[in-house]
């Protein structure tokens, strides 16, 4: 079985801090996809950014960076200077990967706050 | 423009009542799948389907069922609805394989059902 761990519930920062979101997964697929998503008080889900589990490499891609371990199963996803448009719930995702089939996996999410 | 549809967006029904709601998606997508949101526990996958006549329960396939007769169409079936599955209900799809996987979902509007 696979699970995501979201261990923060509701973080609360000023505009303009930086903020990281933290994503823990456990899976016994050798191969699989991690994706981050966000929710907005409107409803909707939006991709932001995704890695593949052979794939180590962190980027950043604006505003967002991401930090992906293999050896401590985290793939945490930092924000760099927030801003209000960034409050909404933040979901990581893992897709597995096992004999062709592909189950989904979400985390229980963390609301992000940011204060103007 | 390409989406993923759901209907209906709310319903309000009773006990034991028969009822569908449709997805459909016009993005030639293999992979299609259905979760339900609850406060405090993120999104959870029902369903999911790798492409026409595979489909595999996903975490609480409970008291559902799916078909997927068409690569397009993946209805999302309560033959006796009870309240606990009173939910907000999205539909999801993504390329499915080989590089596809990993790919982001799609997600529809939400179908948000209460059951009484």
């Known amino acids: 079985a696979q699970k995501v761990t979201q261990a923060q519930t509701e973080i609360s920062v000023v505009e303009k801090e930086d903020v990281t979101l933290d994503c823990v997964y456990e899976?016994?697929?050798?191969?699989?996809?991690l994706f981050w998503y966000k929710q907005p008080p409107s409803g909707e889900l939006v991709f932001l950014i995704r890695?593949?589990?052979?794939?180590?490499q962190n980027e950043i891609s604006g505003r967002y960076s991401w930090n992906f371990q293999k050896s401590t199963s985290s793939f945490n996803f930092t924000i760099t200077a927030s801003q209000v448009v960034d409050s909404a719930v933040y979901f990581c995702?893992?897709?597995?990967?096992?004999?062709?089939?592909?189950?989904?996996?979400f985390g229980t999410g963390t609301k992000l706050q940011v204060i103007p | 423009e390409a989406q993923v549809t759901q209907n209906p967006r709310y319903l309000i029904t009773v006990t034991g009542k028969k009822l569908t709601v449709t997805c459909s998606q016009n993005?030639?997508?293999?992979?299609m799948s259905w979760y339900r949101q609850d406060p405090g526990l993120g999104l959870r996958q029902i369903y999911y389907?790798?492409?026409?006549?595979?489909?595999d329960k996903g975490d609480v396939p409970e008291g559902y069922k799916v078909s997927r007769k068409e690569k397009r169409n993946f209805p999302l079936i309560l033959e006796s609805p009870s309240p606990n599955q009173t939910s907000l209900y999205f539909c999801?799809?993504?390329?499915?394989?080989?590089?596809?996987?990993?790919?982001?979902?799609?997600f529809g509007d939400g179908t948000r059902l209460s059951i009484l």
């Open positions: 899976t016994r697929d050798t191969t699989y996809y």
């Open positions: 389907s790798m492409n026409v006549e595979v489909t």
């Open positions: 999801a799809s993504s390329l499915g394989y080989g590089q596809g996987s990993n790919q982001p979902q799609h």
């Open positions: 890695r593949n589990s052979f794939d180590e």
């Open positions: 995702a893992l897709r597995g990967y096992s004999g062709g089939y592909q189950k989904v996996t």
């Open positions: 993005m030639n997508h293999e992979y």
